[in-house]
């Protein structure tokens, strides 16, 4: 079917300044990777976020997996994450020796809480994802740190879609003790298409990191008389805690990092205007109908990286079917609950008591939301919205 508004439309336009970093880069970056650009960007990021150590990586799964290893599962440990959220936030635990227990989330906020998270906690459980979804903090995320820390319980954000986003003047990512960001194609800033940021708190985590992101790249620990012996570099497998863990090659390109660099400049303005845009959105829906309950947050909390919205009264499908058929917007639904995929159901993993996980993904719609959207199909849009919402009350 054709679309007048794709869900997925190219989410940005980069500045002509923007552009102009690109080129000198590929121009001048020697080498191009692992070099000045990467660490001028590293710097950024740490003085934007507020964290003592930033790591850039070639996207977020990989620094969800740096985090995943660096926990250190034993046979029997769980972690506790949504069922309702992107499936790498999760699998990389798994795959790093983990079991999975799912929370369930608010309806009010799309995401876990400490309440819920204390439903599913045991005395097996060694780690919690959270996951800052559609680009909303957890309004509770100080209180949720706070206990992970007095339970000895490691608390890994995933805020690939809230960047920028804060509560009380911290920003996401910086509670707990990894802080995960992608820059992919569709988020808030995106660095051509791939990329990603780990931010640690713990110096030990920060050690290692470049060697698991690296190939186990590291100095020799003794002073050479010839710098070609014995060999150009050293490898060495990093160890945590006595035990060897063993490296990846996760690096982020000299490229991706001068635009990341260059768009961090830009990334609060592009957090203002989504948030301008979404919150006009909703309050003319609003004026209309309330048949749509929107997330509820004119601040700094939301960066609506997504505008999501549950649809009342068992009303979602033909809302969906009528926006495509007689306006040709593609409204989707997102984020079919992780226990409900044969992915997980294989695994044994398919177990879950989350009756708000299912309440909402079973109502909820996700309209187009790319910052690149024309303000022209935005008010489209938006006019299409209200119309469907009254045929649909009648
Ligand atoms: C919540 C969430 N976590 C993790 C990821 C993975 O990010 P990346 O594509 O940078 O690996 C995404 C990307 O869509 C996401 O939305």
Known sequence: MEFKI??????????????????????EAIPLTQGKYLNNFENSFKNYIGSPFAFGVNNATSALYISAQLCQFKNGD?????SHTFTASIYPFIKNGAK???????????????????????????????????GCIIPDIEEIANFC????????????????????????????DFGVFSFHSHKNITTLGEGGMLIVKNKK??????MLRHNGHSSWQFTRENYWMPAMGNVDLPELNGEFIFPNNFSLGEIESALGNELLKRLDKINIQKRERAI????????????LEFHRVNNIQHNYHLLVAKVKDNK????????SEEKQIQIVVQYYPLHRYDFYKKLGFDKASVPNTDVFFDNMVSFPFHHSMSEADFSYMLESTQDILSQIKE
Do not use: C
């Not at 769980?78 to 949504?82: A, F, G």
């Open 100 to 134: 999975p227990v799912w929370a369930d989330i608010e309806l009010e906020t799309r995401t876990v809480s400490l309440e819920t998270i204390k439903k599913v906690i045991t005395y097996k459980t060694k780690a919690v994802v959270v996951v800052h979804l559609y």
């Open 149 to 176: 820390k007095l339970n000895n319980i490691l608390l890994i954000e995933d805020v690939a879609q809230a960047i920028g986003t804060e509560i009380n003047g911290k920003k996401a990512g910086t509670f707990g």
């Open 205 to 210: 985590f920060a050690d290692i990191i470049p």
């Open 280 to 291: 006009r959105f909703i309050n003319a829906i609003m004026q209309v109908s309330s048949l």
């Open 78 to 82: 769980e972690v506790i994450s949504p």
């Open 6 to 27: 794709n869900f997925s439309g190219r989410a940005h336009n980069y500045t002509e300044e923007e552009e102009k970093v690109v080129l000198t880069a590929m121009r």
């Open 316 to 323: 979602r499908d033909i809302f969906i079917k009528k926006m």
